[in-house]
């Protein structure tokens, strides 16, 4: 079962930041928070991830709460090619051969982003 | 650009016949990862490799799946015989097998089976 909680819809306006949020309250001290997305009808795509400090790269910026229990995906400039599903993970890192270090993919929030 | 090729991208097939779909990874990536999405379910991983040996096929029905790497640059997934409830989208990702392996996946091969 997933370890993340997620709405499951959101919108946004084109132009303006898409803030998704995530709920991992039982994350362990050694699990990292990693986001993908899914376009309709293609494989998910990797957005970014963390494990407790702030994170940015060219798609998207990754707010990690103090105590780790939540986090928001922040998209700064949603465009109308950001509509898909978003997937918040939490996983356990270089642990393969156990299951921790699987991606386990709920059901996501389903951004649409409108004109 | 590297990226994940899946082959065929559609198979419409009927009950009982064997179908095979191929993966080829980002060349240099270590570990191969097989996937299944349906509107039920959901992804669900259904097998992975490292180096080419399985690691982990837990998520797959022993019975009638098998995933096989013959060579580095290939993966392949083989249902035999295949049954209605077996049609989805089916995905490979490939991964560098590093600490915080980011996994990349290839567009899917939507399966059909009549």
């Known amino acids: 079962d997933a370890k993340t909680t997620q709405p499951p819809s959101m919108d946004c306006a084109e132009g303006r930041a898409a803030n998704l949020p995530c709920n991992h309250s039982t994350i362990s001290g050694n699990e990292y928070v990693y986001w993908y997305r899914q376009i309709h009808s293609q494989g998910p795509q990797y957005i970014i991830h963390g494990l407790k400090n702030n994170e940015t790269n060219e798609m998207a910026s990754l707010i990690i709460t103090e105590d780790r229990k939540s986090s928001t995906l922040i998209l700064p400039h949603a465009t109308l090619r950001d509509t898909a599903v978003y997937y918040c993970i939490v996983r356990v890192d270089g642990n393969y051969g156990g299951s921790q270090g699987n991606l386990i993919f709920g059901k996501g929030t389903k951004l649409s982003v409108k004109p | 650009d590297a990226r994940v090729t899946q082959t065929p991208r559609h198979k419409v097939t009927e009950m009982g016949q064997e179908v095979t779909m191929r993966c080829q990874p980002i060349l240099g990536h270590n570990t191969v990862f097989w996937y299944r999405q349906t509107m039920m379910q959901g992804l669900e991983l259904l097998a992975y490799f490292r180096n080419r040996a399985p690691l982990d096929d837990s998520g797959m029905p022993k019975d009638r799946f098998s995933a096989e790497m013959p060579d580095a640059t290939l993966a392949t997934l083989k249902i035999q015989p295949s049954e209605p409830r077996d049609s989805a989208v089916y995905f490979c990702?490939?991964?560098?097998?590093?600490?915080?392996?980011?996994?990349?996946f290839g567009p899917g091969t939507r399966l059909l089976v009549l």
């Open positions: 990702a490939s991964g560098s097998g590093q600490v915080q392996e980011t996994q990349y």
